[in-house]
């Protein structure tokens, strides 16, 4: 009996957790049809599992209540499958709209008209007792009894017929959806979309042929066949999770219907929880049965023993397994944020444009599952847009890239991504008017503008998704940062071009300054208890000093270095690790993993003899908690408000050397009055007239001289007027940088 009753309970779990997952998808894409079309596929399957469910709860109860769900199960028994239609239509419009949609207006509802006529046929029968009204259609209407009396002969053996034969039907269905599963997946190209078949055509052919053994196969073929009538709940229910499971598989594993990750999260979640709970269940049930049989207590006043118990061993069980789960289901090679990690590799270390472009577009084309990706640019750095890569468009003539590229002005001052709809609106903008209509040959569905320095570099043009979803906010998200990493790359490449082409020293390294400016933080942010500011003084010869920020929310990334060299490559240099930095740091990555990996950019990046000095470090803005690594820099300056000095020394190798940087980190707590001082040699190892160095010494006297109630921007300017007087007017060698983090003296002392 509990056996029965756990099963029972499974099934009505598995069901609930089914029309749980359509609904989720429903939500999440509304207004798609395909979103609509897999919701509706879901919701019938989910009623058959919880009338699977109700069907082995009629064995285990009383008579009573077996009446009540005998009744339940007669009224609902017919609507469930709706499942095989609305599977066939699935498999009409996914992976894209099938062109007998198109051709044939009303397919889709003919689709469901066999089952329409079947529920309405079998309602009236139960709820007529057989008769379809007749005798009280005679009664009311003696006259028409010569022709009422043969109709109910007619309809009871319809009826009889019919319901022997709908099986044929269901068989019927169940092998065209098998053949359109079979036939569109030979025709997907797409990585990450044939993955998607692949996963679901194991899943949903499996549940047919499951489903082919519980109804039809035994109603066809007689009593030889009716001996799996004992396995009919099992094997449906079994067939439904297989169907569903591979739909919840592919939006956890492979994106499928490009679910956001709170929906997939949520399903991973279910899943292992519905997993352990169900193991539960069984373990409990049996436990009950012994102890109760053992001890003559009744199982209920155990049970609260064994819930207490759950409650204490299976929440860490349940987290514990939903990690394993997670790490190994959502790290999908095509996931939007491995696709930005990987790429962003290649932006900032290749210069030879075509190359980046044919990865950045593959890249983009594979994991968003999109008709096409290309990206415009000007190769030689000047003269007008063409074409640079693509992927997909097979159709597009290059004649037509041409046309597009001559409009492409019209996304000047555009920093946001550019909808193809939206642009034919503008009626004040000709040249946009101009270049939805070239767009709209292709066709396209999105147009990311690249801009860097106020200047267009570019675009990446993409077309619509294959499955027609929309662009959701993750991939717009991953497509801003790609723009902004890609404009940054063509930007790099076109000084490349342009310094091979410079002969004179002084060209040069005015485009190297320029690099390093734009890398450079224009303002720093604003908080509470905490103050942040930096200058950076470039010298004559341009070198590699780089700092920065990054806010991470409950914490701030701060990093200050300098790149061993002069000119242009120490400039780039610097580019590459900004842009490494920034990915990283987006990722959480810890201070000594992100030292290893640009140390291991650096060895990577084919610049022989370029090394770099860096201090990296985390503040955690609620604790004020410092976490720092020094790979070989300047040991940055703390005074604390008493005067004490104390130099931030401990950490690693500077970048570039060996393979291990044989990263370290520490922590320090700051305090209200604390000033912390990063600098480069430009700062110590400024000159006066005597050839004698500014020196640590004379940094810790000037942060001392400096009044206490000076804000991080008057400290820092401080510190630059003092260097200033003594190299008494002569011209720096190398560049001067200085950033300052104080506490203030009126700043809450963390908890």
């Not at 009753?5 to 999440?28: E, H, M, P, S, Y």
Request: charged share 20%.
């Amino acid at each position: 009996m509990s056996v029965l009753i756990t099963a029972a309970t499974f099934c009505l779990l598995l069901g609930a957790v089914i029309i749980f997952l359509g609904i989720a998808v429903l939500r999440d894409g509304v207004r798609e049809r395909l979103h609509r079309v897999t919701a509706l596929m879901l919701f019938f399957g989910g009623l058959g599992a919880i009338l699977a469910g109700l069907g082995i709860a009629v064995r285990a109860t009383t008579p009573a209540g077996t009446a009540i769900f005998h009744e339940v199960a007669l009224h609902f028994a017919s609507v469930w499958e709706f499942f095989f239609p609305s599977l066939l239509l699935f498999t009409l419009v996914f992976p894209t709209e099938h062109p007998w949609l198109k051709r044939f207006g009303g397919l889709q509802e003919l689709i469901f008209v066999p089952y329409v006529f079947h529920l309405v046929l079998t309602l009236v029968a139960d709820y007529s007792g057989g008769t379809f009204f007749v005798p009280q259609l005679t009664k009311a209407m003696p006259w028409a009894s010569p022709l009422l009396t043969p109709a109910r002969v007619g309809l009871s053996l319809l009826y009889d017929v019919h319901a022997v034969l709908f099986s044929m039907v269901n068989l019927g269905y169940v092998a065209l959806t098998l053949t359109f599963l079979t036939l569109r997946q030979r025709k997907v190209t797409n990585p990450r979309l044939k993955a998607q078949m692949k996963t679901m055509f194991w899943g949903l052919g499996s549940c047919l042929v499951l489903y082919s053994l519980v109804a039809p196969v035994p109603t066809l073929f007689g009593a030889g066949a009716r001996a799996l009538e004992r396995w009919t709940a099992p094997l449906l229910v079994l067939s439904l999770a297989l169907g569903s499971g591979s739909i919840a598989y592919s939006i956890i594993r492979h994106r499928f219907l490009d679910a956001r990750l709170l929906v997939r999260r949520t399903l991973t979640f279910l899943a292992v929880a519905g997993v352990i709970a169900t193991a539960y269940l069984l373990v409990v049930g049996r436990l009950q049965e012994f102890l109760g049989g053992f001890s003559g207590l009744d199982p209920k006043l155990i049970e609260p023993v064994f819930l207490m118990i759950a409650l204490v061993l299976l929440q860490p069980a349940v987290s514990r397994a939903e990690e394993l789960v997670d790490r190994w289901m959502m790290r999908d090679r095509r996931e939007g944020r491995l696709v930005l990690e990987q790429v962003s590799r290649d932006i900032v270390t290749l210069m030879d444009l075509p190359t980046l472009g044919a990865r950045l577009t593959r890249a983009v084309f594979d994991s968003m599952v999109v008709e096409g990706v290309a990206l415009v640019g000007r190769p030689g750095g000047s003269g007008g847009f063409e074409l640079v890569a693509c992927a997909g468009f097979p159709q597009v003539p290059y004649e037509a890239w041409g046309r597009l590229a001559d409009e492409l002005d019209a996304l000047r001052g555009d920093q946001r991504i550019v909808s193809v709809r939206e642009l034919g609106l503008r009626g004040d903008s000709p040249g946009a008017v101009r270049l939805a209509t070239v767009a709209a040959e292709f066709p396209l569905a999105l147009l990311v503008p690249l801009h860097h320095g106020g200047a267009l570099l570019g675009a990446l043009v993409l077309g619509p998704k294959v499955t027609r979803t929309r662009y959701t906010a993750e991939d717009l998200a991953l497509l801003v940062t790609l723009g902004n990493q890609t404009a940054a790359a063509l930007r790099n490449t076109q000084l490349l071009q342009e310094s091979v082409q410079r002969a004179a020293l002084e060209e040069e390294l005015h485009l190297a300054r320029q690099i390093q400016v734009s890398y450079l933080p224009a303002r720093f942010p604003r908080y509470r208890d905490l103050e942040l500011s930096g200058f950076n003084v470039p010298s004559k010869q341009v070198g590699g000093d780089y700092y920065d920020y990054v806010d991470l929310g409950d914490g701030l990334l701060l990093v200050v270095a300098d790149v061993v060299g002069k000119g242009v490559p120490a400039a780039l240099l610097m580019s590459m690790l900004q842009a490494s930095l920034r990915t990283l740091a987006a990722e959480r990555r810890g201070l000594t993993e992100i030292v290893a990996r640009l140390n291991r950019l650096i060895l990577d990046s084919g610049m022989s003899g370029k090394f770099a000095t860096l201090f990296l470090a985390r503040l955690d803005l609620d604790s004020h908690t410092l976490h720092y690594s020094n790979a070989g820099h300047n040991p940055p300056c703390l005074v604390r408000a008493n005067g004490e000095a104390r130099w931030l020394a401990e950490g690693g190798l500077l970048l570039g050397v060996q393979e291990d940087p044989r990263a370290a980190e520490r922590s320090l707590q700051l305090e209200p009055g604390d000033r912390l001082v990063l600098y480069t040699d430009g700062i110590t190892e400024a000159l006066d007239g005597a050839r004698e160095m500014f020196g640590e010494e004379r940094l810790v006297g000037t942060l001392r001289a400096l009044p206490p109630d000076l804000d991080a921007d008057a400290v820092a300017r401080g510190i630059m007027e003092a260097v200033r007087r003594f190299c008494g007017g002569n011209e720096p060698g190398d560049d001067m940088t200085v950033v300052v983090l104080h506490v203030p003296l009126r700043a809450a002392v963390p908890v």
